[in-house]
């Protein structure tokens, strides 16, 4: 470790994998909650676990994502982090917020929460994703101002690189767009409008930035390509991501009550959004043949690699399978949606995270690597959980074939329950793959303490 202030990084990622297995954990339960519809009722209701389920992706990739940042950015810049204590009081704060904001959802009924929180004062609760009561919400942006503020004032006094330029560009946006959760206008088709400024440019925008430069950093570590090479590619992959990811935006406005040249617009530009993943593909595996190390971190290449490859699958491939306007005609919000969600999310945000986890954290702890029975168990977990997910996305894919075809398209379409008895099977296959997952994370958490041959020291 190069700077002592990326030894922060260490708790945000701690946390981070805390609330990951928490996500999961209630990923299982709902996923019974399928095929079991009374299961853990009435004290875990269907709507609160899965309140409880996507918040805590949420919050535990941001975790992640300020965390990479911490470590990265001080390398980058070639200087200490600007205030390490900043950084430490943020994290107590952002952590706090986020685990009174999970047990408020546990514990209390959501119109009583809302009540409480003064909801009333300025409404922005009771919106998929963004259920956060409005103070949590403020507590969010203050964090993310004072996290912006600490990485900017570190990379303006340090080194400017292509990697933490991105970074931040990336930061910033995710900063931005997430002032439109407190824009609730009482006009339905406005309200959905701009709640996907939040959602679909966070995953489709900014966050692929932030990705993009994540891979690029571990990339340069363990291949010792020359950054100039890599730093080329990074521009093409990220132009053409803000190209095809802001105007795809209108993939989502086919069917709310906008005009219809969102069809003709969403359908074009979202068509081209498996390009930067595909570029990305051939970018982190071309880098990786031409390296000039042998790095002893297997593990963290291994999910460099297997990151671009499931991000091309899941949010390229899975996107464009019912991305263009006729198709999503049929299938929107079915369970198609529900298979690119969950490889998409994985694939893109989950595994970069995995990825700096994987590479920074055996440097935090004064190792080049982990050693070599830690590393082999967690492949074995990449290995589990990336199969695992692979099989989810299968099975909900069928599930969503088979409820688009009797729900919707047929002559005699069938209610919506009727249908999802008769999908039962593929929620029951879905749930075991869960659990197959739930394992793997396992794992990969047992490889952090995992005893074995140790790989050649960090040279200071």
Sequence with gaps: ???????????????????????????????????????????????????????????????????????LVPEESERELFSPMLAKITFWVFLFAGVATIL?????????????????????????????????????VIVVLAFLFNIGMTILAGRKTVINVVLL???????????????NPDNIVLDKYFWWFVVHLWVEGVWELIMASLLAYVLIKVTGVDREVIEKWLYIIIAMALISGLLGTGHHFFWIGTPDYWQWIGSIFSALEPIPFFMMTLFAFNVVNKRRLDHPNKAAVLWALGTAVMAFLGAGVWGFLHTLAPVNFYTHGTQITAAHGHMAFYGAYVMVVLTMISYSMPIMRGKKAANLTAQVIEMWSFWLMTISMVFITLFLTGAGIIQVYLQRYSEDPLPFMVVQEKIALFYWMREVAGIVFLIGLILYIYSFFAKGKEVELVEE
């Design 169 to 183: 560009t990336g930061m910033v946006g995710l900063a931005v767009f997430f002032l439109f959760s407190f824009y």
């Design 1 to 71: 470790m190069k700077y002592e202030s990326q030894g922060i990084a260490k708790m945000y990622f701690i946390a981070a994998i805390a609330l990951f297995v928490g996500q999961i954990l209630f990923g299982t339960i709902m996923g019974l909650q399928y095929v079991i519809g009374d299961f853990l009722f009435p004290e875990l209701p269907f709507n609160v676990v899965r309140m409880v389920h996507t918040n805590l992706l949420i919050i535990w990739l941001l975790f992640g994502f300020m965390g990479s940042a911490y470590f």
């Design 104 to 140: 408020g959802y546990l514990l209390v009924p959501y119109a009583r929460l809302a009540e409480i929180t003064m909801n009333d004062l300025l409404p922005t609760m009771g919106r998929e994703f963004l259920e956060q009561p409005t103070i949590t919400k403020i507590g969010i």
